[in-house]
């Protein structure tokens, strides 16, 4: 069944328009993978507003394509300038800057963007195989086990990423609270509205995630803004020789498993695939002394296990409704807007749709692979873009997105003072994930919460009713009572992960 | 760059700067707390709606300032949040608070601008305005990139994309 599910997918994903969006996805995806300061969830919250007018399996055809490509063009600038602009691309430089110094930038990219390629096949391959099956499994699941996996979503996301918990919480309580504003969906009350008209629909998603992503992120910048520019590496046509093939094969095909794991439960991402995925490749490795000095190894396996990551948390998020990362959480408002509802029902409601985007997904990481190779130089160029340009373009597009959801000038001004509460963030180390999560998710689990309530009569016990929701709840504290009991093992403080690597 | 001596000339304030973020944690739960009696939403639950719209914002109201007092907690032991790094950040270098400040600046008067003169213009001033604000010093390319920039912005969106954006009085004579 599932074989002509995905085989009406990609004889839908192969008609013209379809392939021009996936090649506009990708294309865009790496532009803006390379450019410093805007990543892929602010990429699609941008676009957001615009894809209205579209047809959904075209957007999100173009959005996945853009997650793929951002992965890919991530790691370009980590090995092309040795400072990574997203957490993913952290282990990317390590490896794969010493790679260029040494002159070999060309095959750190063709080991990046095959890597990217291999992650990439074998993560959606997972995905074709898995989801439907955690959809058919899922479908049973009723409002007590969606509060209870949203509240474990909150905690995972907030408590295991990031250096301090007080901090993540404190982003986390704030988003839901700005998730709060406007008329409560089953009363009709207004919270937090104070009797402005305006903020009775509640603030636009869109707004909040550009205003905490791009605004907050140009407004910092502005404030510590690199006054001289970086080097940029030259490099050349990627290619590599056939030692290095025999060196990456198995680092590669290694990746993946690793990746889509970590990926598809909330807190993995790609930071912890990524991460996971090197330090097996150094366990493993015979010469481990080369690592930190241009490894190959160490640079195939994190760059494959990256894109099989973003395959992984797309199954979290169609199968179950939970973004586990922030692009993932865009998408999801993404799909609300829409009017889809992604859970378990969505193979069944919208099995086109489904099939299609995972169809495309093959296809954008041929195209991937095929333009990326040649164009590499290209996207190196990037990196020169006068620095002003970039960020004046960011904040334009920013308003171009915020006054498009709804026509009105008072939305830039909301913009702004989201803005400056993303700015007030970086500077103070709350994480933004945490807090757009609670803006989109939040409203959502509210309602979960109410409705299991509502239909127990208002017995609260009802929330620990099932297997599921039990069995979440002991993860939930385990995840509180497990780092609690580490630290208190640990008398002699060990150093810290990136001081260990760098 | 910070020098030696501004580092110790910092005042006790400036160095625990957090403890603002920790008061603005507690000023929201407070809100939130005010909001939630002021409006009566408490009472507003019902029968098929056994804890209505008052629970929830009373529960994050009360994690606000749970949290607003941890963290101060925190602070005045000495922890604090680490500033983000990214490609294009110096933390070396002290805070540009005029640069926010004039991009602030250039956001708000474009809001106003929108209106009266349509988003050629408003965009244009707004692009080139942040360019400036950002450090680019050379007017003519400037201003000639962003009029492209937001003329073809219009164009695209407004004709091709569907999204209503104003062409005000400029484009309403061209045509």
């Known amino acids: 069944m599932n074989d002509s599910g995905l085989l009406d997918g990609f004889a839908n994903a192969l008609t013209p328009p379809h392939l021009l969006f996936a090649a506009i996805g990708v294309l865009l995806g790496t532009a803006i993978g390379v450019l410093p300061g805007i990543g892929p969830a602010m990429a699609v919250a941008l676009l957001l507003p615009v894809t209205y007018a579209f047809e959904p399996t075209g957007a999100f055809i173009m959005f996945a394509g853009i997650y793929f490509g951002a992965m890919f063009g991530g790691s370009t600038t980590s090995i092309l300038l040795n400072t990574p602009g997203e957490s993913a691309s952290v282990m990317a430089a390590v490896e794969g800057n010493p790679m260029a110094k040494q002159g070999r930038g060309a095959q750190a990219l063709a080991t990046a963007a095959i890597g990217h390629f291999v992650g990439g096949m074998v993560g959606v391959t997972g995905l074709v195989l898995v989801a439907p099956l955690i959809a058919s499994v899922a479908v049973d699941i009723g409002a007590p086990d969606y509060f209870a996996i949203m509240v474990l979503a909150f905690v995972a996301v907030t408590g295991v990423l990031g250096a301090s918990r007080v901090r993540g919480f404190a982003a986390l309580v704030l988003g839901l609270t700005i998730g709060l504003v406007g008329l409560d969906p089953i009363s009709g009350q207004p919270r937090m509205t104070f009797g402005v008209p305006q903020l009775a629909d509640g603030i636009d998603v869109v707004i909040v995630a550009v205003g905490l992503f791009a605004v907050g992120e140009a407004l910092w910048v502005a404030a510590h803004l690199r006054r001289k520019p970086q080097e940029v590496i030259p490099v050349g046509r990627p290619w590599l020789s056939r030692d290095d093939v025999r060196r990456a094969w198995k680092p590669w095909l290694r990746g993946p498993f690793i990746g889509f794991t970590f990926g598809s439960i909330p807190a993995g991402g790609a930071e912890m695939s990524t991460f996971m995925a090197y330090v097996t490749e150094r366990r493993l490795s015979k010469n481990r002394k080369n690592f930190g000095k241009g490894a190959i190894e160490g640079l195939a396996a994190p760059e494959s296990a990256a894109s099989a990551s973003s395959a992984g948390t797309l199954a979290t998020m169609l199968t179950l409704g939970l973004p586990t990362t922030a692009i993932a959480a865009i998408m999801l408002a993404a799909f609300q807007q829409f009017g889809i509802q992604p859970g378990p029902l969505l193979f069944e409601r919208e099995p086109s749709l489904v099939w299609t985007l995972i169809a495309s997904l093959f296809i954008g990481l041929v195209l991937l692979l095929a333009l990326n190779l040649p164009l590499a130089p290209m996207w190196a160029k990037l990196l020169r873009v006068p620095r002003p340009y970039l960020y004046a373009g960011i904040l334009f597009f920013a308003c171009v997105g915020a006054y498009a959801v709804s026509g009105s000038p008072v939305d830039l001004v909301v913009l702004l003072v989201i803005g400056a509460i993303g700015f007030l963030m970086r500077r103070f180390g709350l994480p933004v994930l945490p807090a757009i999560i609670g803006v989109i998710l939040g409203p959502d689990a509210e309602l979960q919460l109410r409705r299991a309530l509502q239909i127990a009569d208002g017995d609260v016990t009802t929330l620990v009713s099932t297997p599921l929701s039990i069995t979440v709840y002991v993860v939930i504290a385990l995840l509180f009572v497990i780092p609690l009991v580490l630290r208190r093992r640990r008398a002699a403080p060990e150093p810290e992960r990136e001081d260990e690597l760098v | ?175």
Do not use: K, N
């Not at chain 2, 110790?8 to 929201?28: F, I, M």
């Open chain 2, 1 to 175: 760059m910070t020098t030696g001596t501004e580092e110790t000339t910092r005042s006790w304030w400036s160095e625990h700067a957090e403890l603002g973020v920790a008061a603005l944690l507690g000023a929201v739960g407070v809100l939130v707390a005010v909001d939630t009696v002021a409006e009566g939403t408490l009472t507003a639950g019902s029968d098929s709606d056994p804890i209505g719209p008052g629970v929830v914002p009373l529960v994050l109201s009360a994690a606000l300032l749970v949290l607003a007092a941890l963290l101060t907690l925190d602070v005045l032991r000495g922890g604090h949040g680490e500033a983000e790094a990214g490609e294009d950040v110096d933390l070396d270098t002290p805070m540009d608070l005029r640069t926010v400040g004039m991009l602030a600046g250039v956001l708000i008067a474009t809001a106003a601008l929108i209106p009266v003169l349509g988003w050629p213009i408003a965009g244009t001033v707004l692009f080139a305005g942040a360019a400036y604000a950002l450090g680019s010093r050379r007017l003519e390319i400037d201003l000639a990139v962003a009029a492209t920039v937001s003329l073809v912005t219009w164009v695209v969106f407004d004709g091709l994309l569907g999204v209503d954006l104003p062409g005000g009085p400029l484009m309403g004579m061209l045509g």
